[in-house]
C-alpha cells in the first residue's frame, strides 16, 4: 500500500464524511462530458427520491438526445421514450398507476421543438407529474445542432455563421409558455453552476416532487445548463458563457407556484 | 349465455374492452371510429372498473401513452383509423421493439393521404408488413362480424400477454359501422397489482422494489451484438406465431375447383358469392384469413395442388394477393379482384371477376 492511498484511507472514515454519493446512483461512469450540467441534475433527483423515500414508487422517463441513457444511472424503474413524447409517455404511466411518483426528464431539443405538442398538452391537462427540463442551447447527441433554445448569433453546426433570426426564428422561452397554462402547479428556472445554485436546484426539484403528492397539477423545473462540447468551450469557460449569455434570455427564478388554476374561471355560463 | 344486444361495430370495442377488465384508452378522434371512444366516455368506466379514458391531443400522444401504461404492465389499447395509424407508426415500432403488450385497432378508411372517410382495407401490408421502421411484426386479427369486433378485444388482449407484443385488430369501416347482434362478456375485474406482479413482475415499471433490479422499457441498444440477438429473440417470438396461433375460417372448399380469399367485410361479401357461384354450377370455396400475421399460409399451399385457381378479393389494389402468391408458390393461378376509393363491391360483381379471371 502506497503512502498516499494510506493517507487517503486515514482520511475515508464515517467520522470524517460530509457527503456522500446517493445509494440510487449506481458506480457506472457516466457517459456525459467534463462539465455538462447532466450529471449534477441526475445526482439531485436521486437525493431528492433517497430522501423522501420514494424509490419504490417512482418511475423516471427518459428521453432522446444525451440523457437517453439516465435510466443507467438512478436505480429505479424507467421508461425510455421515444424523441419529444416523454410527456405523453408520463401521463400514461401516471393515469393507470395514479399513486406512483412520475417524471420525465428532457432537453431542448426534446421538450420544446419536436415534443411541444405533448409538453404543453401534458401540462395543460394538469398532469401530476414533474417535469425536469435541461437547457443548455444546443443539441448534445446528435453533434451541436441548433436547437430551439439557440441564442441569436449562437454557433452551432447548423448554424455555422450564428442563429440567425429571419433564417431561423427565435430561442423559444418554452418555460414562459408553460407558466401561462391553467394546468401547471409549479414553473422554476435553475441552473447548477455553482455550489449555491446547485443547492437552491435541489430545492426546487424537492418540491415538485412534493407538489406531485398534492395533486395540483404539474411541477416544472428548468435547468439552464452547460454543453462544453456543444458550445466548444472548457467548463470553466462554459459557465462563464452561460451566465453572460444564456441568464439574460433565460432569467432564473420561479415563474409560477400557485397550483393548478381554479376550473371555475373556465366554466361555461349557464 | 351472455347478454345479447344489437350494436355497432365500434361500439362494441368499447364495451368489450370495459369488460374484459382493460385498464385504460387513449384516443384521438378520427372517422369511422369516433364512436369507440364517445361510447367509452359516455359509459364512464372510471366509475366502475376504474378503467382510464383519455382524450389525447394526437394520435402519436395517444400511442405514447399507450407505451407508458403498457410498460407499467396494464392492459391498455386505442383505436383510429387509417391516418391515425400512420402517426402512431412510431411509437407502435417502440413498442415493438421494448415487447409491450397493447391492442390498437383500426378502422380502415381509403388512402392515400386524407383519402375518404369510407372503408377500404389499403392498410394490409402496413398492418402485417410493420408499418413503422425496423424488422417486426404486429400480432393482426381480422374481424368481419360485429361479434368478431368484440372477441377480438378479448382475444387480442391474451395473445397480446401471451407473446409481449402489440395486437392489432385490422377492422374496416363497414365493420365499424355496421350493427349486428352481439353476445357480450360478463364483466370481468381489471387485473389487481398482485396478478400484475404474477404475470408481468418480471418487466413491468411497477416501482422498483429492494428484492429485485430495476425495470427498463426500452427499445435501444448500443452493442451490435446485443441488438441482433434482440432482433433474432423477436423473429424467434414472430416465428411461434406462426406455428401456434395461425386462425382462419375455410367455407366449402373441399369439392372447391376455385377458392377466394377474403378476409373482414370481404369475406363476408364472397360468403354470398360462394352461393351465387354454386347456384350456377361452379365449385367455388371461401378462405378467410382470421389471422393476417401470422398469415394461413399452410391451408392456402394446401389447396394450391388441388384447385385450378385462387381470387384475392380486397377493398385495395392488391395486397394480401402478394401473400397468397408466395403460398401457392407457381402451383395454381392466383388472381385478384378489388375495389378502392371507399367503393364496397357486391357479391355479383365478385362472380363476375371470378368468371372473367378464370374463363368460365
Not at chain 1, 13 to 33: F, G, I, R, T
Not at chain 2, 266 to 282: L, P
Amino acid at each position: 500500500m502506497s503512502v498516499l492511498t494510506e493517507r487517503i484511507n486515514e482520511i475515508i472514515k464515517p467520522e470524517n464524511l460530509v457527503y456522500a454519493k446517493s445509494p440510487l446512483l449506481n458506480d457506472d461512469a457516466m457517459h456525459y462530458c467534463p462539465g455538462c450540467s447532466h450529471g449534477v441534475v441526475h445526482r439531485l433527483i436521486a437525493e431528492v427520491i433517497e430522501e423522501m423515500g420514494i424509490q419504490e414508487q417512482t418511475i423516471g422517463v427518459s428521453p432522446v438526445g444525451c440523457a437517453v441513457f439516465a435510466y443507467n444511472y438512478i436505480d429505479i424503474d424507467w421508461a425510455e421514450a421515444a424523441h419529444g413524447r416523454a410527456p405523453a409517455v408520463a401521463t400514461g404511466i401516471k393515469r393507470v398507476m395514479p399513486e406512483k411518483y412520475v417524471f420525465s426528464y428532457q432537453g431542448d431539443g426534446d421538450l420544446a421543438a419536436i415534443g411541444t405538442a405533448e409538453t404543453l398538452h401534458a401540462i395543460n391537462r394538469g398532469e401530476n407529474i414533474v417535469m425536469i427540463f435541461i437547457n443548455n442551447a444546443i443539441y448534445g447527441m446528435t453533434g451541436g445542432q441548433m436547437a430551439p433554445t439557440t441564442l441569436i448569433g449562437q454557433i452551432t453546426a447548423t448554424t455555422p455563421n450564428g442563429r440567425n433570426a429571419d433564417l431561423n426564428g427565435y430561442p423559444l422561452k418554452i418555460t414562459e409558455l408553460i407558466a401561462q397554462l391553467p394546468g401547471a402547479a409549479y414553473v422554476t428556472r435553475q441552473s447548477v453552476q455553482t455550489p449555491a445554485a446547485v443547492r437552491k436546484a435541489k430545492k426546487a426539484i424537492r418540491k415538485a416532487f412534493e407538489i406531485q403528492a398534492k395533486k395540483i397539477g404539474t411541477s416544472f423545473v428548468e435547468v439552464v445548463s452547460t454543453c462544453s462540447s456543444g458550445w466548444k468551450l472548457t467548463p470553466v469557460a462554459s459557465n462563464k458563457w452561460m451566465e453572460e449569455n444564456m441568464f439574460p434570455q433565460y432569467p432564473l427564478g420561479d415563474l409560477k407556484d400557485s397550483g393548478r388554476a381554479d376550473a371555475d374561471l373556465y366554466r361555461i355560463k349557464g | 349465455m351472455g347478454e345479447l344486444r344489437l350494436m355497432k361495430g365500434n361500439e362494441v370495442i368499447a364495451e368489450a374492452a370495459i369488460r374484459c377488465g382493460c385498464d385504460g384508452y387513449f384516443g384521438y378522434p378520427i372517422t369511422p371510429q369516433s364512436e369507440v371512444m364517445e361510447t367509452l366516455m359516455t359509459l364512464r368506466p372510471w366509475e366502475d372498473s376504474g378503467m382510464v379514458v383519455l382524450q389525447a391531443e394526437s394520435e402519436i400522444a395517444s400511442i405514447h401513452m399507450v407505451y407508458g401504461a403498457a410498460g407499467a404492465g396494464k392492459r391498455v389499447m386505442t383505436s383510429s383509423s387509417s391516418p391515425g395509424i400512420s402517426l402512431m407508426a412510431e411509437g407502435i415500432s417502440y413498442m415493438a421493439g421494448a415487447e409491450l403488450p397493447c391492442v390498437i385497432v383500426n378502422v380502415q378508411r381509403g388512402g392515400p393521404g386524407l383519402g375518404t372517410i369510407q372503408p377500404s382495407q389499403a392498410d394490409y401490408n402496413q398492418a402485417t408488413k410493420g408499418g413503422g421502421h425496423g424488422d417486426y411484426s404486429l400480432f393482426v386479427l381480422a374481424p368481419a362480424s360485429v361479434q368478431e369486433m368484440h372477441d377480438f378485444v378479448v382475444l387480442g388482449f391474451e395473445m397480446a400477454f401471451k407473446y409481449r407484443n402489440p395486437v392489432m385488430i385490422l377492422a374496416d369501416g363497414v365493420i365499424g359501422q355496421l350493427m349486428e347482434k352481439v353476445e357480450l362478456i360478463d364483466q370481468r375485474p381489471r387485473w389487481t397489482n398482485e396478478q400484475i406482479e404474477e404475470i408481468s413482475g418480471d418487466w413491468a415499471t411497477t416501482g422498483k422494489r429492494s428484492n429485485r433490479q430495476k425495470h427498463v422499457i426500452t427499445s435501444l441498444e448500443m452493442d451490435s451484438n446485443t441488438m441482433e440477438q434482440n432482433n433474432l429473440r423477436l423473429q424467434a417470438k414472430y416465428n411461434r406465431m406462426k406455428d401456434e396461433e395461425v386462425r382462419y375460417e375455410s367455407i366449402e372448399c373441399e369439392d372447391a375447383d376455385y377458392i377466394m380469399v377474403a378476409f373482414g367485410s370481404a369475406a363476408r361479401i364472397c360468403q354470398k358469392t360462394v352461393q351465387i357461384a354454386r347456384r350456377k354450377g361452379v365449385k367455388v370455396g371461401l378462405i378467410r384469413p382470421i389471422t393476417l400475421f401470422p398469415f394461413p399460409e399452410k391451408i392456402i399451399a394446401e389447396y394450391a395442388t388441388k384447385v385450378k385457381g385462387f381470387l384475392s378479393v380486397e377493398f385495395n389494389a392488391g395486397q394480401m394477393v402478394n401473400d397468397i402468391r408466395l403460398a401457392v408458390n407457381g402451383k395454381t393461378q392466383v388472381e385478384y379482384f378489388g375495389r378502392m376509393g371507399g367503393i364496397v363491391p357486391t357479391p355479383d360483381e365478385v362472380e363476375l371477376a371470378l368468371e372473367q379471371r378464370f374463363n368460365n
